[in-house]
């Protein structure tokens, strides 16, 4: 029977933009601008990055990480949701759901562990300078690069794994505009479904707060550091290395919280659709433009790189 009913649910609906019948066009066009720039912005970043030979250090070489982890989070998400918003019947197949929920996490966890080795390169880079070209090594940072991948990979394995081997006896109506755990979970039927909505639960808050834990450790030490500095021109210059990275952290762990920690009890389609948006669209649309603005270094390189060819004046 539980046989049955598993083979019976070949494919999900996703019905998430529904309670919105009369914005789907100006979701399409929104998120379509929105989309494109989050790619032009990241693609901007990362041949910036490989064009200046002065950005050839870890710190950007983790920026570049987190760009390409953007880009492919995004392109898990992103293609399928417009084309769902120009569409009357928005089915994924089973196989596609799983696929898209592992690409997903892995990418989102592939960038909140860059997010936190990117705090650690700004904590060795100012609370110990003078070892940062042997704690940073092209090979130590490589490691830190593949370690994050790596990690990402695992956890959306991990989440993939669990969530998929339940049995689905229907109905098959995802709430939701993307294959994302909590909607999943309401359809699923059987006795371990709450053990497995616990066990995942625990296992992405933990991986969440660990990192943001580590992060906000880093940043405690920097403070520490910069507080030291006499003048209040280093204490600016020090800081201002960091203030692009504080705030994507921000950004990014404040509208996780939002989806991860949000009390228990009924939400509406309405809301959880809204929430979603905030951080599968918004936050890596905000990151880019917060690099390119908040790094004085990146900005400076991007107009050498790129706007000396057409206004050579201003360079």
């Given at each position: 029977?539980?046989?049955?009913?598993?083979?019976?649910?070949?494919?999900?609906?996703?019905?998430?933009?529904?309670?919105?019948?009369?914005?789907?066009?100006?979701?399409?066009?929104?998120?379509?601008?929105?989309?494109?720039?989050?790619?032009?912005?990241?693609?901007?970043?990362?041949?910036?990055?490989?064009?200046?030979?002065?950005?050839?250090?870890?710190?950007?070489?983790?920026?570049?990480?987190?760009?390409?982890?953007?880009?492919?989070?995004?392109?898990?998400?992103?293609?399928?949701?417009?084309?769902?918003?120009?569409?009357?019947?928005?089915?994924?197949?089973?196989?596609?759901?799983?696929?898209?929920?592992?690409?997903?996490?892995?990418?989102?966890?592939?960038?909140?562990?860059?997010?936190?080795?990117?705090?650690?390169?700004?904590?060795?880079?100012?609370?110990?300078?003078?070892?940062?070209?042997?704690?940073?090594?092209?090979?130590?940072?490589?490691?830190?690069?593949?370690?994050?991948?790596?990690?990402?990979?695992?956890?959306?394995?991990?989440?993939?794994?669990?969530?998929?081997?339940?049995?689905?006896?229907?109905?098959?109506?995802?709430?939701?505009?993307?294959?994302?755990?909590?909607?999943?979970?309401?359809?699923?039927?059987?006795?371990?479904?709450?053990?497995?909505?616990?066990?995942?639960?625990?296992?992405?808050?933990?991986a969440l707060l660990g990192c943001c834990l580590l992060i906000l450790l880093s940043y405690a030490f920097i403070v520490a550091a910069i507080l030291r500095i006499p003048s209040a021109e280093g204490q600016h210059k020090a800081f201002s290395t960091c203030a692009s990275h504080l705030t994507v952290v921000v950004v990014h762990y404040g509208f996780a919280s939002v989806i991860y920690l949000k009390p228990k009890g009924p939400q509406s389609l309405e809301?959880?659709?809204?929430?979603?948006?905030?951080?599968?669209?918004?936050?890596?649309?905000?990151?880019?433009?917060?690099?390119?603005?908040?790094?004085?270094?990146?900005?400076?390189?991007?107009?050498?790189?790129?706007?000396?060819?057409?206004?050579?004046?201003?360079?």
């Amino acid at each position: 029977m539980q046989g049955a009913n598993f083979s019976a649910v070949t494919e999900f609906i996703l019905i998430g933009f529904s309670a919105f019948p009369h914005l789907q066009l100006m979701f399409f066009l929104l998120f379509l601008l929105m989309y494109q720039f989050t790619l032009l912005g990241n693609l901007f970043i990362m041949a910036t990055v490989w064009k200046e030979h002065s950005l050839h250090t870890p710190m950007y070489l983790f920026l570049c990480a987190l760009s390409i982890s953007e880009v492919l989070y995004t392109f898990a998400i992103i293609p399928r949701t417009l084309a769902d918003l120009l569409s009357t019947h928005r089915s994924i197949p089973f196989k596609a759901c799983a696929s898209q929920m592992f690409f997903s996490f892995t990418f989102g966890f592939t960038h909140s562990f860059l997010l936190t080795v990117m705090g650690y390169d700004r904590y060795v880079a100012i609370c110990h300078p003078l070892r940062y070209n042997t704690l940073m090594s092209p090979r130590g940072c490589t490691f830190l690069v593949v370690w994050s991948w790596a990690g990402g990979s695992v956890m959306g394995l991990v989440v993939t794994s669990a969530i998929f081997q339940l049995i689905f006896c229907g109905p098959n109506e995802v709430h939701h505009f993307a294959c994302h755990v909590p909607p999943l979970l309401k359809l699923a039927c059987g006795a371990d479904v709450q053990v497995v909505a616990k066990g995942v639960g625990l296992v992405c808050i933990t991986a969440l707060l660990g990192c943001c834990l580590l992060i906000l450790l880093s940043y405690a030490f920097i403070v520490a550091a910069i507080l030291r500095i006499p003048s209040a021109e280093g204490q600016h210059k020090a800081f201002s290395t960091c203030a692009s990275h504080l705030t994507v952290v921000v950004v990014h762990y404040g509208f996780a919280s939002v989806i991860y920690l949000k009390p228990k009890g009924p939400q509406s389609l309405e809301g959880d659709t809204l929430m979603g948006i905030t951080y599968t669209v918004l936050t890596p649309f905000l990151s880019p433009i917060i690099f390119s603005l908040r790094n004085r270094e990146l900005k400076i390189a991007m107009k050498k790189a790129f706007l000396s060819k057409f206004y050579p004046e201003n360079i």
